[in-house]
């Protein structure tokens, strides 16, 4: 894994594949910075403010990706990058191709493979970023697949956040941003549990998330004692706090009293409660990891 300072963005040819939401807001910081930028996008009439900031719109695929040695596609999805990619698979030849569209881990190796099939170089691309937040501090890139692409690349990556290489398994970008994204849902949800809570005696969720946020972020802190558990394979270890202790039975119960589902909590209970039949109760929390670890 990587991540360091670059020497400004040397200037190149780049083709933006899709010009959604995402695909505008990446085009839009390599306009910004003087790339010379063509544009695509399936259907006509989203490139207006692209072309007036200085790129130039390409009429059909095939214009597209002949018009620079650097493609980035940012699409739909997994089958939406082969329905536009494989008619040009031929002209794609000898390019580099950046897919930073959301796919599986599975999806982004099969293109993979794909890609050196038909002489191209692939790096695959998760944006942990929002188009808004894209070039701004908040906005992190993680890529995986060709290693000399993403260092010959990566000024021009850097312009639309921190760019963090995951190693030459094209997969593992897609793992690292699904599995952080798993990890928000779920404490977006818990969230959602707790402000349902307090809404039946009529507190707002704005009032409930003032008291949320600080207690959420405070909390974090745990997550590194419980990797080290985890890793160190040992749940007996001292000073952790036990899943027999860690029993949410009340929480349910406050929860059924004030009328409220119970969907987070039962889950995680449900989780702890396998390992406490297995004989673990005394062990500590993060054991409920082996519970998840593998599939049921
Ligand atoms: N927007 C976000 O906040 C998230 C942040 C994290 C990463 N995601 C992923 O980025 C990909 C693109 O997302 P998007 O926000 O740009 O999505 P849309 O605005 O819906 O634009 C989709 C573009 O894909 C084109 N497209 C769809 N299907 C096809 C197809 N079969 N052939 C060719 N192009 C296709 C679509 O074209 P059109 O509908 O305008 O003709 C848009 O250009 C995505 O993987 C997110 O998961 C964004």
Redesign the pocket.
Known sequence: MTNHDHSPTPLESVTM?????????LAAALVAAGHRTTVW???AG?AGELITAGATEAGTVHEAVTASPLIVA????H??VH??LDPVATELEGRTLIN????TPNQARELAAWAPEHGIDYLDG??????EMIGGPGSTVLYSGSNVVFEERRSTLDLWGASTYFGEDAGMASLY?LALLAAMYVMFAGFFQGAAMVGSEGVSASEFAQRAAPWLNAVTGALADFAEVIDGGDYTVDGQQSLEFSDLSYMIQAAEDQGVGTPMISAVQALMQRQIDAGHGTEAFARMYESIRRAA
């Open positions: 594949l899709g010009l959604g939401a995402m695909g505008s807001a996008n399936r259907t989203k940012c699409l739909l999805d089958q939406s329905e536009v930073l569209t959301t796919t998760g944006l942990m970023a929002t188009p941003d």
